[in-house]
Nanobody
Framework: QVQLVESGGGLVQAGDSLSLSCAASGLTFSVYVTGWFRQASGKEREFVAAIRWDGRSMYADSVKGRFTISRDGAKNMMWLHMNNLKPEDTAPYYC?????????????????WGQGTQDPVSA
């Protein structure tokens, strides 16, 4: 059974830091791109960050310089470290794995999805 499970959300104050984790089972990250998305209430799911097998990454302009994505392919784990959180960062966050090796910021390019952080990030 394929599963991506996010953890680490919660209520923080603006300016605080928070880290999210994503653990995969039933599939491997391997050479495929993995990423983080978020979906605020009443809005479409939006790209946050993505990372390749070799560590190359890309970020949404809104989080660039504040968020850092990382992953351990051998452990099938991915993280998102968020600094200087702002109220507009508030949302449940989703991890996902694409079926491509190219960095993508489009929801449709990601085939496997987690259920979202049980505790939404709230700043």
């Amino acid at each position: 059974q394929v599963q991506l499970v996010e953890s680490g959300g919660g209520l923080v104050q603006a300016g605080d830091s928070l880290s999210l984790s994503c653990a995969a089972s039933g599939l491997t990250f391997s050479v495929y791109v993995t990423g983080w998305f978020r979906q605020a209430s009443g809005k479409e799911r939006e790209f946050v960050a993505a990372i390749r097998w070799d560590g190359r990454s890309m970020y949404a302009d809104s989080v660039k310089g504040r968020f850092t994505i990382s992953r351990d392919g051998a452990k099938n784990m991915m993280w998102l470290h968020m600094n200087n959180l702002k109220p507009e960062d508030t949302a449940p966050y989703y991890c996902a794995r694409a079926s491509t090796t190219q960095l993508k910021d489009v929801v449709g390019e990601y085939r496997y999805w987690g259920q979202g952080t049980q505790d939404p990030v709230s700043a």
